[in-house]
Nanobody, 123 residues
């Protein structure tokens, strides 16, 4: 079992920044890859970025150069730094945990999910 708790959502104007955090806990948390997804109203859940506790990360093309995923192993926390935000980044952002053997760029590759945080970017 892995428990995930997100924080850091909010409202910002276009061009602004936000940092999301995800604290992972549970006996097997360290064996999982942590990913960030987002879901806008009426749209499918979309991969944003993922990172391994041992190192290595990836970002969706839509956020490369603007978003950065990072980790703090000592605090079991994964961050998503979001810069140069655009209105189209508005969505509920979810933290998720999946096994390294899964396909980690799709939602069904992840077993555990956080409750989600709202990010709203106004123009």
């Amino acid at each position: 079992q892995v428990q995930l708790v997100e924080s850091g959502g909010g409202s910002v104007q276009a061009g602004g920044s936000l940092r999301l955090s995800c604290v992972a806990s549970g006996r097997t948390a360290s064996r999982h890859v942590i990913g960030w997804f987002r879901q806008a109203p009426g749209k499918e859940r979309e991969f944003v970025a993922a990172i391994r506790w041992s190192g290595g990360s990836g970002h969706a093309d839509s956020v490369k150069g603007r978003f950065t995923i990072s980790k703090d192993n000592a605090k079991n926390t994964v961050h998503l730094q979001m810069n140069s935000l655009k209105p189209e980044d508005t969505a509920v952002y979810y933290c998720a945990a999946g096994l390294p053997s899964s396909i980690l760029t799709i939602a069904r590759g992840y077993t555990y999910w956080g409750q989600g945080v709202q990010v709203t970017v106004s123009s």
